[in-house]
C-alpha cells in the first residue's frame, strides 16, 4: 500500500495570496476543488489537501470582541490536487473528515482563547496555536491509521460520527456563533 494521502498544515499567512475556502458545515469538498496539478506519485491513486489554522486580532479585540471569529479553518484550492483514479470517493471522505478535524482545532483555538481573555496576546495565542496542532497531528495521525485513510469503511463511519459529536461538544466556538456566555464560578 503506497502513500494515499498528504495532509499539510501552513499558516494561512502563507496563503494570503490566494483564493481560500472557509470552513462550514454545510460545505462538502468535492474533486473539482482540487485545483493544482498533482506530481507523478505511483500507481497509487492520492491527494494532497492544503488546510490549516490562522487568526487576526488587533489587541483591543482581545479584550473585548468576540473571539470567535477571529480564528479561521480555511482550504486553498490552489494549493491542493487529487489524481485521477476510481478512489475519488475514498480520498474525498478522507479530506473531509481531515478537514473537519482542523474545525476542531479551530474550536479547540477559539475556547481557550476566551478562557484565557484576561491575559491573552499575540505569543499566548501562538503557544495555544502550537499545542493544539501538536495534538491535532496526533488526532490526524489515529484517523489515518485507524480508517486506513478512509479504506476501512466502518472505521471511517467511526471517525465521521466521532468528529461530529466532539464539534457539537464545541458548537459555541463556531466561527460564526456569539460570544460565549461566562460561566459563573460557585463559591
Not at 88 to 95: F, G, P, R, V
Given at each position: 500500500m503506497g502513500k494515499l494521502l498528504y495532509l499539510f498544515f501552513i499558516?494561512?499567512?502563507a496563503l494570503s495570496q490566494e483564493v481560500i475556502v472557509e470552513w462550514s458545515e454545510e460545505y462538502?469538498?468535492?474533486k473539482e476543488d482540487f485545483k493544482a496539478k498533482p506530481p507523478a506519485t505511483g500507481e497509487e491513486q492520492s491527494i494532497y489537501l492544503s488546510a490549516g489554522l490562522s487568526y487576526r486580532a488587533m489587541n483591543f479585540q482581545l479584550l473585548f470582541a468576540n473571539l470567535n471569529p477571529l480564528v479561521s479553518n480555511s482550504f486553498s484550492p490552489n494549493a491542493s490536487w487529487m489524481d485521477e483514479g476510481p478512489e475519488?470517493?475514498?480520498?474525498?471522505?478522507?479530506?473531509q473528515t481531515s478537514w473537519d478535524?482542523?474545525?476542531?482545532?479551530?474550536?479547540?483555538l477559539r475556547k481557550k482563547m476566551h478562557q484565557n481573555r484576561s491575559?491573552?496576546?499575540?505569543?499566548?495565542?501562538?503557544?495555544f496555536l502550537h499545542q493544539i496542532n501538536q495534538e491535532n497531528t496526533k488526532i490526524l495521525s489515529t484517523y489515518s491509521?485507524?480508517?486506513k485513510f478512509a479504506r476501512d469503511s466502518i472505521m471511517q463511519i467511526q471517525w465521521e460520527r466521532k468528529v461530529d459529536s466532539i464539534l457539537e461538544a464545541y458548537a459555541q466556538y463556531c466561527k460564526k456563533c456569539k460570544k460565549p456566555k461566562k460561566i459563573k464560578k460557585k463559591k
Open positions: 499558516p494561512l499567512t462538502q469538498l468535492k475519488t470517493a475514498i480520498l474525498l471522505k478522507y479530506a478535524l482542523y474545525e476542531l482545532a479551530a474550536r479547540k491575559r491573552i496576546n499575540a505569543k499566548s495565542i501562538e503557544v491509521k485507524e480508517s
